[in-house]
């Protein structure tokens, strides 16, 4: 049976209609054709499908969607300025390198977002634990790390 | 020459798109009617199927097609072709597929999935390779009369048994690698549909669009659809690493189910499906022995290697030879001696992955080249600068050596370790080093090792460049691009890059043997030169002067000895586009290197020219735990020329991190053909928090033949790393680690029996 769910998605107030066995990640790419977030592995392994609720870095494949009822959603689409310009973590990952393949990217970039809204300087330490739960294959991370140590706000 | 757009930091193309989650991957991608296919495997490792019931799925509603082996008609693929996409009579491994549905959404299929029961004979299952060769064990396949498969890899130079008995020093042992896997973030999938006149159009992420097409050409022959047309589409790609070198059951499946619903069919790997069902870096054993004179000078190696082949043959099985360039090419060896099998088993079956049997070989000779070293009383670092390959060498298996820049990385790694050279300088402390030799020109595997471009330029200096190499990542699309805005005197953001259907470039032999930089770079420097060529002749006309007089900077064509006399690249395109008789402005080549393939005795240049490199690492172990600590990690290798550093130190670092992988903390484990840690959270994968500070040390030796000067460097980065670390263990405390990966469990029970 459909219920009905009212969250904030990327700053706007939305009002959908869901299953209550869905997962957020189905909401968001299959309902709501969000396709940037990815699903890298299902089960909460390798963050390729991480957004922030309230703040926090959630992975989405694991959040049961009638748990966003008031919460406050951003996805990788909640990043860029309304105009289309890049926020400053996206600037960065495209200057430093940071993309090979891509598809850990935009859960990485939320994963960085989501320790930088915490800490405006974090260390390398800090970052390295701050995407830890993001698995990326193509580039051992080095130019990850240089690219959110650029981006934090606190430079 | 001042370069504007080549050797320049540049971000990658595709970028943009990829951070911001625009880019579309095929998970990504639907099309109108679109069905989703999923896959039954199989439940045992070796059997007949008995029976197979398939009515109840075929109930479920929202269930478009059933398939089974039975309902298809005969076709293998593969490189051996001895794995039919359905299962009839036989399966030969847990991820044999026995049926298939294709339903109106992937719960219904999965679920539909689970009503097929299927009945099993058990036989007599061989996981283990030296059981599979022995005398009397069953058959995988009873067609093929032996379980060790018809390609009898064998490579011979000079006399190794005169050589052994000369040698002052020799040194034996066996050394054995593990069952590894892409672990690709992006998992595999494909979309098949079907025209109204039975062309098909493959949605895919394959590195190999063009062999693809091949395969799939010749399926459509088999399934009745002789003469069609088939058109690759690759979707963004989501990592490759050679898992996506040949074609798969998926693609045919996929296939089978759009034929036989009339609609577009979608098959994308779950990550269970991912570690299952996708081919990995194959186990093997080695035997390797080696000698030296008294002066250090290596005499000979002799090696002899066995490889789980596993069920069916995809290019896992010719893994040999490439592993034949470290075996006698990497250091100075005159007598040499090589055999490999590759033997079918009841696991899952092996394919290329990064490296292509190189890391395995070069963890057997870079640790048995330690221990001749100190058999023979050298330093190790000294004795490797003894036997190290030299410029303009020829070695014994044919291979034409050009640039070398062997020595200058290992005295990088020296120096960028704050190392010696020697064993034991710092107590409590290890230093290790292991040196690579790669293909840094492509590789004729294939008969063509080709590769197409077409370029054509519009009023406004915006540039297309139509190529047949695939970006998997690597960023080959920004490499290109950099190429032909240097030759035309453009930004790299006027040039786009197409390289992702079949149907628009033409044709390339894909992404392998660290090939795209050198050939596809290649092909599109000829065919800007011939649009460079063009487009001098026409401002020489405009100009008054003589087009060999002629640069392009900015978009600005002037002449050399006096700029003022110049005019605006798109005023000259106009010019001619609009003149009677008028033309735009096209090009096309097609760049094959001057690359052999071996002879029957696996010997000829196979490359034109070689990539070297050495890794170098400091480490210490914690004799309580095991634990082996990277405290520092150089990796320095011999590029040619750096035509994008930022996207080269990314291949290297990238690759470093894979191999750190591969030498502490990643194994397939299976237990009677059952993978026991098929997910990210049991296959240990490094993490950010796992990275070591690496350092990639760039050598430049500008190859003549290479574009600007440039080597292929996909690969080399993951090879020498497992044997540096393990002799780095070595020198730390005193154990040889012989098999990988080295975890602590092994580190620490090698602690005890020392």
Known sequence: MGRELSFELNGEEIKVEVEAHWTLLYLLREKLGLKGTKEGCGYGECGACTVIIDGKAVNSCLFPVMEAEGKQVTTIEGLATKEGGLHPLQQAFVDHGAVQCGFCTPGMIMSAYAL????????DEEIREGIEGNLCRCTGYALIIEAIRAASPGR | MELSAVGKRISKKDAPSKVTGSAAYIQDVTLPGMLYGKILYSTVAHGRITRIDTSRAERLPGVKAVLTGAQIPPFKFGVYKDNPP????????????????????????QEA??????????????????????????LIHEEHKTNILKMPWKLMTGDVAEARKAAAFTVEDTFRTQWVTHCCLGTSGCIAQLDGANNLTMYSNTQIPYLAQKDFIEALGSFGMKGRRVRVIQSVIGGGFGSKLDTYAYEYIAILLAMRTRKPVKIVFTREEEFLATSPRQCTI????????????????????????????????????VMMLPISSLYRVANVKYTAKCVYTNNTYSQAMRGYGNPQATFAIESSMEQLAEAAGFDPFEFRQINANQPGEHTPQGFKITTCGLSECMEAVRKGLGWSGKRGEKPGRGFGMACLVHVGGGARVYKSDGCGTMIKIDDYGKIDVFTGSSDIGQGSETIIAQIVAEVLGVPVDDVNVINNDTDVCPWDVGVHASRTTFVAGNSALGAAQRIRTQILEIAGAALDEDPSGLDIRGGTIFAKHNKEKNMSLTKALRNVHYAPGGKVLMAEYFYDPPNE???????????????????????????ETGRVRIVNYVAAHDVGKALNPMLLEGQITGGGAMGLGYALSEEMIYKEGRLMNGSYLDYKMLTARDIPPMQAVIVETDELDGPFGAKGIGEPGLVPTAPAIANAIYDAVGVRIKTLPMTPERVLSALKEK
């Not at chain 2, 008294?294 to 002899?304: A, H, S």
């Open chain 1, 116 to 123: 930088c809204q915490e800490k405006a300087l974090p260390t």
């Open chain 2, 86 to 109: 359905l299962k009839t009579g036989k399966v030969c491994s847990l991820r044999d597929e026995v049926a298939a549905v294709a339903a109106i959404d992937p719960e219904i299929a």
């Open chain 2, 113 to 138: 999935l689970d009503l097929i029961s299927v009945e099993y004979e058990e036989l007599p299952a061989l996981f283990d390779p030296l059981a599979a060769m022995a005398e009397g064990a069953p």
């Open chain 2, 286 to 321: 080695t035997r390797i022995s080696q000698g030296c004179s008294k002066q250090g000078k290596l005499l000979f190696r002799e090696m002899e290697m066995i490889l789980d082949n596993g069920a069916y043959t995809s290019w896992g099985a010719t893994t040999p030879s």
């Open chain 2, 597 to 623: 393939n071996f002879d029957r005795e696996f010997k000829g240049n196979l490359s034109c020219t070689y990539a070297y490199g050495a890794h170098g690492v400091e480490v210490e172990v914690d004799k």
